[in-house]
């Protein structure tokens, strides 16, 4: 028997892939996807601020996106500090909490200071963390969060890692979705989506809309989540005793 998933999840966590398809389909730069991709970005934040989800984390540039060709990587760059001055007002209105999360070394002082502007101007929000991974690996992350306990000298546990890592202001994502069509992690939140719920949907991320999204928060509502116990220790005390009746 499969019994819901309780309610809203409140940490959703996203693969935002399929951008440059969008834009090649229509002969476009990929990087017209990317821009498509904001837009769905935004779409997004205040659909989930609506239906009650707490944090959402999306994967916005990886540690290996560095890898693709100049002319994308520096639209991308460029997108990021076009994105940062004029979402702030948006957010702003919409109650969300900004957080950058990544490697901070190797961007630009104009991307480093907007991150840490925008990080300012919406730290008093409440409604939705918006956790913005970019320059991010969930290898980097470990490895990170590891040197970081080993120079102070502190034992490394699965406390003391989860501590350190990067997300540790949240919990982790109950539901992890890529969209795009492709079913794999690509080296997001590697430690952090241990339980996660997956969901692949093969929307491209310009394409994926309120709808979308509401099947993601269906499908996740019939999972069962167990985390490492069965179905029969699950169920409430009543159910048992009508389940052996
Ligand atoms: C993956 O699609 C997407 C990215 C590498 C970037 C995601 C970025 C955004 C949605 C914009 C928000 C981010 C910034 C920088 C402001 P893909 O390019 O791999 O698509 P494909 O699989 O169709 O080629």
Redesign the pocket.
Known sequence: MSRPSGAIPHHIAVV???????ATRRFLP?VA??KQ??E??RRCVKACAARGVGVLTV????SE?WNRPADEVSG?ME??VM?LGREVPRLLEDGVRLHFVGARGGLSEKIANGIAKAEQATAHNTKLVLNVC?NYGGRWDIAHAAQQLALKGEPITEESLNRALALAHVPDPDLFIRT?GEQRLSNFLLWQSAYSELFFSDR??PEFDEAALDEAIAAFHGRERRFGKTSAQLAPPGARAQEAA
């Open positions: 935002m892939d399929g951008n440059g398809r969008w990929r996807g990317h991709g904001v769905s970005l994967f916005a540039f990886s996106n991308l997108l990021m994105a970019f795009g491209l991320w």
